[in-house]
């Protein structure tokens, strides 16, 4: 029982002792952030995307969560939605601008109602066992250059085990004298996910190989994802546009399970967020949206006034190896407490 009872804790040591290494690299544009000198991250401000992202996303086991387009040509990858890249919080309308859509995808004449957010600084770094963080601002700016929102965002990097975890928190501080956010459907904290983690409907897609070349993809075995929620609710059409605490999906990499989840937290402005799930392979939670995902209802608007401030937390599980949804709330509830 001794021998045992030593094993198990010299396991969870090991575990616990994952070292977490923050990595600032502004001359690519990027920080780095690994797990014991593996990939597990990077926060971005590529010139190709309009904000910034994590980028890519990986597993314990190495598998990547994250869509490689328009940043990296990977075999099945899909070609649409390209404003749409790694994970990042981005919202479709303030003051009628949108954040969303942007991208170099775009023509001059649509970029005219389109915002960027704009990375403005590397604040802090810090590495450790088990953690890591990184503090980086951002200026969400208009069509005309000119900034509505000042952007402060804490990321936590966690590594135990199989099991890899981001906490996000944003807050945004209005620099103009009147900031309205919109009701609209596109937002807000979101991963865009790779075909493994798309729904086996997804087919007849235009699709990229790792050289590039476009084809339709037809039916595919690769679609794995299982999309569910906080609710009991599965498959997109039944999660979106409703209100939950916490989205997931999960799917096959090869031989690796691998669940990835995001959580709401009751802290958030109209907590809980609509699920803008969809099973192209996107997961996204939005505060904001009302009457976009259900016309029955009144439309939606906050407001913030020069100086005002909103708050936003949020965690991101990737996970290794099967895991039911009661694992998932419990992973929930440890992120509350």
Do not use: C
């Amino acid at each position: 029982m001794i021998k045992i009872l030593a094993t198990v804790l010299a396991s969870a040591m090991m575990a616990a002792a994952q070292y977490v290494n923050v990595s600032s690299k502004q001359a690519e544009r990027r920080v780095d952030v690994a797990v014991d000198g593996k990939p597990f991250t990077s926060y971005r401000w590529d010139e190709r995307i309009f904000r910034p992202v994590l980028y890519p996303i990986l597993s314990s086991g190495g598998s990547f969560v994250t869509r490689g387009f328009p940043l990296e040509a990977r075999n099945g990858d899909t070609i649409d939605h390209p404003h749409q890249v790694g994970s990042s919080l981005s919202y479709g309308n303030v003051n009628g601008i949108d954040f969303w859509n942007s991208s170099t995808f775009r023509t001059a004449e649509e970029m005219k109602h389109m915002g960027r957010i704009s990375h403005t600084a590397v604040v802090s770094t810090n590495s450790g066992d088990g953690r890591g963080e990184l503090v980086a601002t951002a200026a969400w700016t208009g069509p005309d250059g000119s900034m509505i929102l000042f952007e402060k965002t804490r990321y936590v990097f966690y590594a135990s085990g199989l099991k890899r975890w981001i906490d996000r928190e944003t807050k945004l501080t209005a620099v103009i004298d009147d900031v309205t956010f919109g009701d609209s459907k596109e937002g807000m904290f979101a991963i865009h996910l790779p075909s493994e983690l798309e729904q086996s409907d997804q087919t007849k897609v235009k699709v990229t190989t790792a050289q590039g070349t476009i084809s339709e993809r037809g039916s595919s075995a690769r679609l794995s994802g299982v999309y569910s929620n906080s609710e009991g609710l599965a498959g997109e059409d039944k999660i979106w546009g409703t209100l939950g605490k916490w989205a997931a999906v999960s799917g096959k990499f090869g031989s690796e399970n691998v669940t990835v989840a995001i959580f709401d937290h009751p802290s958030n402005t109209n907590f809980p967020s609509r699920m803008m799930v969809r099973g192209y392979g996107l997961l996204a939670l939005n505060p904001f949206g009302q009457k976009q995902y259900d016309p029955k209802l009144g439309e939606r608007k906050f407001f913030l006034k020069r100086g005002d401030s909103i708050t936003f937390r949020h965690r991101m599980l990737i996970a290794s190896g099967v895991i039911s949804n009661s694992s998932i709330e419990d992973e929930y509830k440890k992120f509350i407490q």
